[in-house]
């Protein structure tokens, strides 16, 4: 997917005078008090409920500004792929509007990444994986998407060893290893999580030691290339030579 950057204002909220709309910002909404709520008298009931209650307290701030940032990342894309990936549709029109959309995506790539850096000043990715690993991979997930490469290459140092002792799932760490190591000067990738279009259709490229590519991903509990690849094609639909 192409993306190039665009500087431009109110493409996230319509251009009108906020000050004037009759609703709350969803980030100034109140929690619900816990205190309020009314614990069971089943013993074994209001012990789950304190600890349900008690989690709660601690992470839906942290879940709040995960989720938002996050359906912002995955709903962008969502839109846009099932736009383009209509295999009727005309190879250039296709190109074209990936170009024009891809601004729009990047746009909010920028934003989130933005964002994300603030909420993990608070943790580090130890923390979000052994606290709350679902927390995690939303976080993970926006990662990916971002054009910030020092971001990516300080989040693959740290996750790094959470794969190693098996507390993320091993295809993260190779969708960020591959990014990672294909924007360096000559890099390659080592698991096959990144394709572009060749003839085509997407396919993997500088990838190292093809022959054992699948042994890699077994490692990591991951598909052989084939499959992957089918489905890639299958979401992403024919493409116009980069």
């Known amino acids: 997917m192409k993306k190039i950057v665009l500087l431009a204002s109110c493409f996230l909220i319509s251009c009108q005078d906020v000050s004037q709309s009759a609703s709350t910002p969803v980030s100034q909404v109140s929690l619900p008090d816990i205190s309020a709520i009314e614990l069971p008298e089943n013993a074994d009931a209001k012990k789950m409920t304190r600890e349900y209650l008690g989690i709660m307290d601690k992470k839906m701030a942290l879940a709040t500004e995960i989720g938002r940032i996050e359906t912002r990342d995955q709903y962008v894309r969502e839109v846009f792929i099932d736009m383009f990936s209509d295999p009727n549709l005309d190879p250039e029109v296709r190109a074209q509007f990936q170009q024009a959309g891809g601004v729009y995506v990047q746009a909010i790539?920028?934003?989130?990444?933005?964002?994300?850096?603030?909420?993990?000043?608070?943790?580090?990715?130890?923390?979000?994986?052994?606290?709350?690993?679902?927390?995690?991979?939303?976080?993970?997930?926006?990662?990916?998407?971002?054009?910030?490469?020092?971001?990516?290459?300080?989040?693959?140092?740290?996750?790094?060893?959470?794969?190693?002792?098996?507390?993320?799932?091993?295809?993260?760490?190779?969708?960020?290893?591959?990014?990672?190591?294909?924007?360096?000067?000559?890099g390659k990738q080592l698991y096959g999580t990144q394709a572009k279009c060749v003839n085509g259709q997407h396919d993997v490229y500088n990838l190292s030691d093809h022959d054992n590519v699948n042994e890699r991903r077994k490692t990591l509990k991951m598909e052989p290339l084939e499959p992957y690849l089918e489905g890639l094609r299958e979401l992403y639909g024919p493409c116009k030579d980069e």
């Open 109 to 186: 790539d920028e934003i989130n990444t933005k964002e994300l850096k603030i909420v993990m000043k608070d943790w580090t990715w130890r923390q979000l994986v052994e606290s709350e690993n679902r927390l995690a991979g939303r976080a993970f997930s926006i990662v990916q998407h971002t054009n910030d490469e020092a971001f990516q290459e300080e989040t693959l140092a740290h996750i790094q060893p959470l794969a190693e002792e098996g507390l993320m799932e091993g295809q993260q760490y190779a969708l960020m290893y591959d990014r990672v190591n294909l924007k360096k000067n000559g």
